[in-house]
């Protein structure tokens, strides 16, 4: 791991020679924004055990444990406001040094923060609106969270009559389609690929900034814990997200 310093004009210069550089972002930049990462001790699952999709699914109470789990997680998830990292990477984006933004988050922070969705491959869901399972219609959460914490009257589609829920990836729920080859054809583009925030040990998301470095990508890693992917990065940096993001786009200034 090289000097912070010298890592951050390293990070700037491979940014201006980029011809396609890729963000991938995991729950270290929210956290930032006051959301407690899952995984972590005293993080949302260790207050609730998963819901698994089959589950949802089978059991009306299952749904029903599920909705009311999502009204405790958006009084914390619902208020938080993009931070310095997420406004860096817009900036990036929106500069054209950026091309796209892989993320495992779930909390609309990128979109929230500037970015165009179809800048953003959301690998995990999205946990700001509520979609039909059968026919996808998405669905605004409002008038469904009103409704439930009335009288737990589950949301049903009006289009198929098909079960709503949150749009975010379940346990055991196929991983979406879309979102993953899309993520794929990106980090086959990507000439710098950089990690922020990220443990690099959920499957198969981690799976791609491997995959960038084994073909060649610079693989840039920011993160405040060291990861296993450590060892084949090209930089390295042990710190805050939103501090060094926001160093790389004063020294991407100069």
Partial sequence: MTHQNTSIGQIASLLRSSQCAVAFTGAGISTES????FRSPGGLWDKYQPIYFDDYMSSIEMRKESWRRKIQTDKVIG????????????????????????????DGLHQSSGISEQNIIELHGNSTYAKCLDCQKRFDLKPLLAAFEKDETLPVCDECRG?????????????????MER??????????????????????????????????????????????????ADIVIHASIGETLSKVCHAMAI
């Fill in 34 to 37: 006051g959301i407690p990462d």
């Fill in 163 to 179: 079960i709503v829920k949150t749009g975010t990836i379940s346990f055991g729920q196929p991983m979406p389609e879309e979102e």
């Fill in 183 to 232: 993520a794929y054809v990106m980090t086959e583009a990507a000439d710098v690929f950089i990690v922020l925030g990220s443990s690099l040990s959920v499957y198969p998301a981690a799976a791609f900034p491997e995959n960038a470095a084994r073909r060649g990508a610079k693989l840039i890693i920011i993160n405040r814990d060291p990861t296993p992917l450590d060892p084949i």
């Fill in 79 to 106: 208020v938080a406001k993009p931070n310095t990292g997420h406004l860096s990477l817009a900036q990036l984006v929106a500069d054209g040094h950026l091309r796209s933004i892989i993320t495992q988050n779930i």
